[in-house]
């Protein structure tokens, strides 16, 4: 054994599949090696080292051992910006307990304790980087799609357990400021990953998330139980927004299956949809609007009937953006509509919300409709019809954003986004200004989300407008005040 990840050798039939990818990414056998030992030691997995003529086997049909065929996933994911799963690169997958793979897992409470418990100290103690080891790989299609929609099946037996419970109500040693503590200290974590980005609390926000799943392992009674799971369904999505947030993609997913199933034990419908969209959001970035499209579907059906407007009209915007990335235009019209109109009833009807939905102001709201127009510029080949939508929309989402403080992220991730409409419009100058004051706060806050989509913005306009006096400028600036991505805590 050499220690890089070889393994059956079928030595007749080349693995067309790996092949594929491997020339559309442009790689060369040498590269492919050395980011899959790059990535090997980011994992811990150190015994790996891989050479060009490993490359070449796997090519010609042998198959790697673990790490390998998840590595591999994750670089052609990374590189495509869509889910490339093992198989569709030909490859095997070690079998794996549902506690660490697949999304496909048991709807019921003490399992759902456990499954948080046992995923939250694994990422806690095993993965210096979030990556859980070699375990995790992205779900996509029906196998992610289909398990969502239990999430409204009644848990088979629960009418018929009920009975069953003590008499007298069980009581465990967790007190009522205690609980409104863990309550308000979750609002915190929330307030910080706005203002700071996902790479600086998500490993506070996983420790509290650990915890939270011992305590509901103890008796309680059935109200306080419901409200423990409620802010582990909170800490979850959180967990999981803030690993989307700094990169760590299967991680993100994994915690935000876990939140729908902790939504789903604390009762809380319109909870679970804000988790469906948060995944909606995820397939999006990763290129699966069909997907995002099923899950914002499922959302908006479970929580029809409980949901705030502003809940809805956060609903209506995403299945905008689904729409929009589908490359059909009506119907992400009539979503933008239909968000504009429940966002303007919110305002009148004043109902209490939830923290997790204050998020989606009025800046949130123009913020992704200009999104959905700009995507429907990029899908209809560039159309400066729809850039031209897009401006006005996303001038008003960048000038309310930079009112606002707390939400320092999004308003980076808007400056952007108004770039890529210059861009999109032939007007460079404007979008490296646009771009500029981005970099500004990319600096300051610990988001791959917002480093990535700005190194993209600025490798279309090198692209479009190389010979630009603003873009050679803005390019050098770039590559030496943001070099690499900061790695995730």
């Keep these: 054994m050499d220690g890089s990840g070889a393994g059956t050798n079928t030595g007749k039939r080349p693995n067309e599949r790996l ?275 099923e899950l914002i579907h499922l959302a908006q059906y479970g929580s029809r009937d409980c949901a705030t407007a502003r809940t809805q009209a956060m609903l209506y915007a995403m299945e905008a953006r689904a729409y929009a990335n589908m490359g059909q235009p009506s119907k992400c019209k009539r979503a933008v509509r239909m968000a504009e109109d429940t966002f303007a009833d919110a305002g009148i009807d004043a109902e209490p919300e939830p923290d997790w939905i204050r998020f989606f102001s009025e800046a949130e709201l123009n913020g992704e409709n200009a999104h959905s127009y700009r995507d429907l510029a990029y899908v209809a080949g560039r159309s400066p019809t729809y850039a031209s939508l897009a401006e006005p929309v996303m001038r008003r989402a960048v000038h309310l954003f930079g009112q606002d403080d707390e939400h320092q992220r999004s308003y980076a991730l808007n400056l952007i986004g108004m770039a890529t409409v210059h861009l999109l419009k032939k007007e460079p100058e404007q979008a490296t200004g646009l771009a500029s004051e981005a970099l500004t706060i990319a600096r300051r806050v610990r988001s791959e989300r917002v480093n990535t989509r700005l190194r993209k913005t600025v490798d279309t306009a090198a692209r479009d407008f190389g010979d630009v006096a603003e873009v050679v400028h803005l390019t050098d600036k770039l590559t030496a005040q943001l070099p690499e991505a900061a790695e995730a805590v």
Excluded at 48 to 68: C, K
Excluded at 197 to 204: H, S, Y
Excluded at 251 to 269: I, M, N, P, R, S
Aim: aromatic share 6%; charged share 25%; glycine share 8%.
């Design 19 to 293: 092949s594929s990818w491997f020339v559309r990414s442009g790689w060369s056998k040498g590269e492919l090696a050395r980011q899959v030992n790059r990535r090997a030691r980011q994992l811990g997995a150190h015994h790996i080292s891989t050479d060009t003529s490993r490359v070449r086997r796997w090519l010609d049909g042998e198959q790697p051992r673990e790490p390998i065929p998840r590595i591999l996933s994750e670089l052609f994911s990374e590189r495509f910006g869509s889910v490339i799963a093992i198989e569709d690169l030909g490859l095997r997958t070690a079998h794996q307990s549902p506690s660490v793979s697949g999304v496909d897992l048991p709807w019921a409470g003490p399992q759902t304790v456990s499954l948080l418990s046992e995923f939250s100290r694994s990422d806690l103690m095993l993965a210096r980087r979030g990556f859980l080891g070699t375990s995790l790989a992205l779900a996509a299609g029906p196998a992610l799609v289909e398990p969502m929609q239990r999430w409204l099946v009644p848990t088979p037996g629960a009418e018929l357990a009920r009975p069953e419970a003590p008499a007298a109500p069980r009581r465990g040693r967790l007190s009522r400021p205690e609980l409104e503590l863990l309550e308000s200290t979750t609002v915190m974590f929330r307030q910080w990953d706005a203002q700071c980005g996902g790479g600086l609390r998500r490993k506070a926000v996983v420790g509290q998330l650990h915890e939270v799943t011992d305590l509901l392992q103890e008796p309680h009674a059935e109200a306080t139980s419901r409200r423990l799971f409620k802010v582990a369904a909170e800490l979850a999505e959180l967990a999981g927004w803030m690993s989307y947030d700094v990169g760590l993609q299967p991680t993100a997913q994994k915690y935000f299956v876990l939140a729908l199933h902790a939504a789903k034990e604390a009762g809380d419908k319109p909870l679970g949809s804000y988790i469906l969209s948060s995944m909606s959001r995820q397939m999006i970035h990763l290129g699966r609007p069909d997907d995002a499209l």
